[in-house]
């Protein structure tokens, strides 16, 4: 998905769920976790993080291991020490992860125990992914 896609649907979380724990109804929280769930792209030299950590590309393939939940689950146990923001940055990672998912390329969800990809009916920059940033955007807003 697209890194407006991406915000909007972490925003709909973020609104859904504040109020839920004392920490996810801060702004630090929000930001946090609106920055995280760039963070998987970042094996991807065409995205907005990946173009400034032109290193990972060659590490590691698109779609690859930064996109499952293994990945999320490591960020969180090593944030989690260190920060009061980690389930922040759960919440940002889990969110890219669900909206890839919902795409043609999808995600290797049970990564490293298979390499089938979880997949949906989305292609990337398509009408239909304008339509889904069109119902996010607009749910974020009602719920506001
Ligand atoms: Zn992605």
């Known amino acids: 998905m697209l890194f407006l896609t991406h915000l909007l649907f972490t925003a709909l979380l973020l609104v859904l769920f504040r109020g839920v724990s004392p920490a996810g109804s801060g702004t630090l929280f929000a930001v946090t976790a609106l920055l995280a769930t760039l ?40 944030a989690r020490p260190f920060t009061t923001l980690a389930d922040a940055l759960l919440l940002g990672y889990v969110s890219h992860l669900l909206m890839d998912a919902c795409s043609k390329e999808g995600i290797l969800a049970l990564f490293p125990l298979s390499r089938r990809r979880l997949t949906g009916p989305i292609r990337v920059g398509s009408a239909m992914e304008f339509l889904l940033g069109l119902g996010l955007a607009a749910a974020v807003l009602l719920l506001l």
């Open 39 to 78: 963070l998987p792209d970042l094996d991807s030299a065409g995205s907005i993080l990946g173009r400034h950590a032109p290193w990972v590309q060659p590490l590691l393939r698109h779609r690859g291991v930064l996109h499952t939940p293994l990945a999320a689950a490591v960020l969180w146990l090593a």
